[in-house]
């Protein structure tokens, strides 16, 4: 699943060649991705729109129009693409055609993915509805930090992993990255939070910030099928320390895999004790 620095990379590179396009026609081949509204008023609303932003919320990408503002969430294999007039392809199940003959298509193998659209420009009032509303800080906001944490976490006797997953406390953190910011703050995943100390919160907000950060500076990670809007691949996979590697590149001894809220964990016992 693209997590918080996949998403950004797709951003980023949808940024670079959808900004003032101007939407001719959308064509909608599985109706299901359309969460709120009818296929023909989702694609009456784009006609004539040009595209003035992308922006990303967690693990949402946010399309703002002139009058009108798409949010997208890619789940397990949502990908967009940039063709020109090529025929549809497999799994191509919404294309955005463009003025200038470009196309913006919505590929997802697995049609697990959605969109919103909304008939408004106003962001605030979006973040306070429906998917984005319940979504907690982000790693990289300014005030995601130890007290943040420590404060929605108080009563919590749930894994530090399966918090670290809960899109409610920490938005854009998925199964890879939860398992690195475990290993990067020296903590176990299986770690009831109520047991973790004011400093290991700031510890681990510390971490989550780190390994985001380094992640989107390599493009994201490319286990899966993972590309961006340039079909270009990402690169953190190479920098992973935990994550389906089978030595701890700090003690040398042997990595664990076990599960953990229902959710493959890689861990080193010896670096990260429970405590
Ligand atoms: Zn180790």
């Known amino acids: 699943m693209p997590e ?21 026609y959308v064509t909608v081949y599985y109706d299901r991705i359309i969460q709120n509204t009818t296929v023909t008023d989702f694609c009456k609303s784009f006609i004539g729109q040009k595209i003035v932003d992308v922006k990303r919320k967690g693990k949402y990408l946010i399309f703002i129009f002139q009058d009108v503002i798409l949010v997208s969430h890619l789940r397990m294999e ?29 590929h997802d193998t697995r049609k697990f993915g959605t969109m919103e659209l909304f008939l408004t420009t106003n962001l605030k009032e979006i973040l306070k509805q429906k998917p984005l509303v ?7 906001e300014p005030d995601f930090n130890g007290t943040y944490l420590h404060q929605k ?7 530090l992993k399966s918090v670290l997953l809960d899109q409610t406390i920490v938005s ?15 903590l176990n995943p299986s770690q009831p939070v109520n047991t973790l100390t004011s400093e290991d919160f700031q510890n681990i907000a510390i971490s989550a910030k780190k390994v985001i950060i380094k992640a989107i500076s390599l493009g994201g990670t490319t286990i899966r099928t993972f590309v961006n809007a340039h079909e270009i691949s990402g690169r953190f996979q190479n920098e992973l ?35």
Do not use: D, W
Not at 245 to 262: D, S
């Open 4 to 24: 918080l620095p996949e998403v950004e990379t797709v951003k980023k590179g949808l940024q670079e060649c959808i900004i003032g396009e101007e939407i001719a």
């Open 78 to 106: 949502g990908k967009y693409f940039i063709r020109h007039q090529e025929e549809k392809a497999k799994h191509e199940h919404i294309i955005f055609g463009f003025i200038s003959g470009k196309t913006l298509r919505y």
């Open 134 to 140: 319940n979504l907690g800080k982000e790693p990289l």
């Open 153 to 159: 976490l108080l009563k919590s006797k749930r894994p």
């Open 172 to 186: 854009g953190l998925g199964n890879i990255y939860a398992n690195e910011v475990c290993f990067y703050a020296h």
């Open 241 to 275: 320390m935990v994550h389906m590697r089978k030595k701890c590149c700090i003690c040398g001894g042997e990595i664990t895999k076990e599960f953990v809220g229902g959710r493959g964990t890689y861990y080193c016992k010896n670096c990260q004790k429970m405590r």
